[in-house]
């Protein structure tokens, strides 16, 4: 046995003392503090952070014997998968580097993706049983969430990357209670009655806070603060509690999780975003900023609500933190859901609660009420973005959505990310049903497409149209797009497998804006998201047969060919079965109408 020495990078030590979670000065307010010795800049996106660089080479050696316990439970026929990871671990770059993500629908892509993660997670009681899949999670590189699926990550990440079954015991008063609407507030542990007055009130004066120190609000920091209290189990959501201080937990720096990612868009008042054009931005807990070129640069997290100019603080400016409250970001990449405070208007509320409401809305309007406003814009007079965001003083950040690439696929198809698969979680409402039919990956697609668009041809797998997703059911079952790399002319692009919501023991087909879901739905959704990615345990017959090898073919495929592998006999048939072979029907479908399995019925 080789002795492998973990060379801990000086950018990870550097990070200093380790401090809890709630890290920001001033609670919800951000606030000046004094300036690193060497200042906060704006960087190129050229190159991955020195801090995510550091970061991966810590990580990616944990991820070895995860994905090794992971293939212990895992039937993989005459290849041995568990002596093939060993055989190659002493060059990183063979093992297989995987991405899971998580789509947005409000709850119920929250609930669904939940349910993918818990069967991912080998914590889960029963997961690491043959027939599922725990361990994946544990193997992952990058985890990335988008609106609903954003706020599952961030709940996670938040409460010290916890389990979803814990997420699931917490009680009256603490978070996930999605039995009273957030436009209600939490019913407090003790209390006989809501108090929604009182909740309205500590909403409206932490964001009156903000606007106090003078930083422009929109409706997107009530949204935020609202979210936390379902999200983060703190008391009143954590107001401290910031997107950046999860790269201070020393779990994190240890590599013990993976890379959590947020995805949001950058729109301007009035505009109309599509694929093609829009510029995706992700939060990760460095850094804020864009590959696309219209930005092209990262701003340090920490350090956001600073003053920027031409990517630096100047000298008579102060730094600023506590800008990137965990869930203002959380609520920038669902600002879809901020109509909600704008429908409250119209309802039948008490008087206070009324007067409360009408100052929100006086000085916000109704206009454009989705867009979380990020003031002052830090890649203002940045050189490498382009004239209409280096101009403007603010920047327009939107759900991650919104640009109908609603999977968040942007980051972990970049080329400098090196991913090797991405297990894709798609519980969007595509179908007049509120059933996926492959739209955010046509939508990547069609972006990836466009040599003169803004993903300048990012390399990504052929993606066929929506007609063919309903009449070959490539979205009612797991489906591998790109899985011959040779085919994929722009460049190496991930294996991506696709994990559509489908009814198996419940209708997860809820709206989107369906705000409230007595326990029992909350823990079907996540029950039938378990059984969305293990094939309902393997009940849909000789389907799924063999499906934990072929997930675990899928993780392998590219390290494979990396290593001049032969491709095991167990992947081959899964190949045949699984990976998209080119075939189209774009003809019309019949109505998409699904029932649930009842975990059974064979397909
Ligand atoms: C701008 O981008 C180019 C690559 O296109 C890079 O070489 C340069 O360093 C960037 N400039 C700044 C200020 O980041
Ligand atoms: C966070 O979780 C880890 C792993 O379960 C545990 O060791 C640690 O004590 C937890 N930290 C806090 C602050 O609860
Ligand atoms: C942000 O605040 C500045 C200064 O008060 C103001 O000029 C600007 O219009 C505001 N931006 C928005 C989007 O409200
Ligand atoms: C959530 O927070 C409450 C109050 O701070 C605490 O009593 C409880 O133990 C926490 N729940 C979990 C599961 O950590
Ligand atoms: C993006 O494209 C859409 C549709 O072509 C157009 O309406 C919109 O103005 C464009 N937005 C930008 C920012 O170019
Ligand atoms: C809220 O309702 C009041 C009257 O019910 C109306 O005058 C006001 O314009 C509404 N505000 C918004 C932002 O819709
Ligand atoms: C490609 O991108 C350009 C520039 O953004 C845009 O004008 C054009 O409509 C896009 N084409 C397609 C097919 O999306
Ligand atoms: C993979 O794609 C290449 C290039 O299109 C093609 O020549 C080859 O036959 C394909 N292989 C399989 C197994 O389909
Ligand atoms: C590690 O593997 C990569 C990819 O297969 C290869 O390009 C590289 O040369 C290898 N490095 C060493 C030191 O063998
Ligand atoms: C192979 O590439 C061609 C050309 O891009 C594409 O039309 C076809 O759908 C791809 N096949 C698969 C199986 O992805
Ligand atoms: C859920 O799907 C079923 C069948 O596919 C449909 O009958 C039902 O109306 C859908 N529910 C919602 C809320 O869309
Ligand atoms: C699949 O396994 C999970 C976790 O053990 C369980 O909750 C669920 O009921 C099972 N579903 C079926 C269809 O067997």
């Known amino acids: 046995m080789k002795l492998v020495t973990v060379v801990v990078p000086v950018a990870v030590l550097s990070l200093g003392f380790v401090s809890a979670l709630p890290n920001a000065p001033q609670g919800y307010t951000p606030t000046s503090v004094t300036c690193p010795a060497s200042r906060p800049t704006i960087r190129s996106a050229s190159s991955l952070s020195p801090n995510e660089r550091a970061w991966l080479e810590v990580r990616r ?84 969430g988008l609106s609903g699926g954003g706020w599952l990550v961030g709940s996670i990440y938040l409460n010290n990357f916890t389990t979803i079954s814990d997420l699931q015991t917490y009680r009256e008063g603490q978070v996930w209670q999605f039995q009273h609407s ?112 219209s930005i092209y640069g990262f701003a340090p997290l920490e350090y956001l609500g600073s003053y920027f100019s031409d990517g630096s603080i100047p000298l008579n400016q102060a730094c600023m933190r506590g800008f990137d409250n965990a869930g203002f970001v959380m609520g920038t990449s669902s600002s879809l859901f901020n109509q909600f405070i704008l429908q409250l208007n119209g309802t039948s509320l008490p008087p206070t609660l009324k007067t409360i409401l009408a100052e929100i809305l006086e000085c916000l309007g109704a206009h454009n009420s989705d867009i979380a406003i990020y003031s002052p814009n830090p890649f203002h007079a940045y050189r490498n973005a382009t004239a209409a965001y280096a101009e403007t003083p603010d920047l327009n950040i939107v759900d991650g959505g919104e640009d109908n690439q609603n999977l968040p696929l942007h980051p972990l198809i970049q080329p400098l990310r090196k991913i090797d698969v991405i297990f894709a ?10 059933w996926p039919n492959g739209s955010p990956l046509i939508a990547t697609y069609e972006r990836s497409l466009n040599a003169s668009g803004i993903a300048k041809r990012t390399p990504f797998p052929s993606i066929p149209d929506k007609n063919t997703f309903l009449n070959l059911g490539l979205n009612s079952r797991p489906t591998f797009f790109g ?19 489908y009814p198996y023991s419940t209708y997860s087909n809820t709206s989107t804006f369906q705000m409230k879901y007595a326990i029992s739905e909350r823990d079907a959704m996540i029950t039938n998201g378990y059984e969305v990615v293990t094939m309902g ?32 006999g167990v992947c081959v048939r899964c190949f045949e079965r699984f990976c998209w072979d080119g075939t189209r029907n774009s003809s019309t479908p019949a109505y998409y109408d699904p029932e649930p399995l009842g975990g059974y019925r064979v397909l």
């Open 537 to 568: 345990n393997l009940s849909r017959g000789p389907l799924s047969e063999d499906w934990p090898a072929c997930v675990g073919c899928a993780v392998l495929s590219r390290s494979l060919e990396r290593t001049g592998t032969p491709v095991p």
């Open 182 to 293: 957030i436009m209600k507030g939490p019913k407090l542990e003790g209390l006989q009655s809501w108090d929604t007055v009182q909740y309205y009130r500590d909403l409206a004066k932490a964001v009156a806070g903000k606007k106090a120190a003078g930083f422009n609000i929109s409706l997107t920091d009530y949204w935020g603060r609202a979210l936390s209290y379902q999200l983060v189990n703190a008391t009143q959501g954590g107001p401290s509690y910031t997107w950046s201080s999860i790269a201070r937990t020393s779990d994190f720096q240890d590599g013990k999780m993976p890379l959590p990612l947020l995805v949001a868009d950058g729109r301007n008042p009035g505009e109309t975003l599509v694929g093609s054009n829009s510029t995706v931005y992700e939060f990760n807990p460095w850094e804020f900023g864009s590959f696309d070129p």
């Open 425 to 434: 979680v798609d519980s969007s409402a595509s179908t007049p049903n509120n």
């Open 61 to 144: 050696q944990q991820t070895i014997p995860s994905m090794k316990d992971f293939f212990r439970h895992i039937d993989m026929g005459a290849f041995d998968a568990v002596s093939y990871l060993t055989d190659h671990a002493s060059n990183i770059s063979n093992i297989p580097n995987v991405g899971i993500a998580v789509s947005g629908g409000g709850y119920r892509s929250l609930t669904t993706g939940g349910g993918a993660l818990k069967a991912f997670d080998s914590r889960t009681k029963d997961a690491n049983q043959p027939g599922h899949l725990g361990g994946l999670l544990q193997s992952a590189t990058y985890l990335s």
């Open 483 to 501: 899985c011959n790399s040779s085919n994929i002319t722009t460049g190496p692009a991930p294996l991506i497998v696709y994990l559509p919501n």
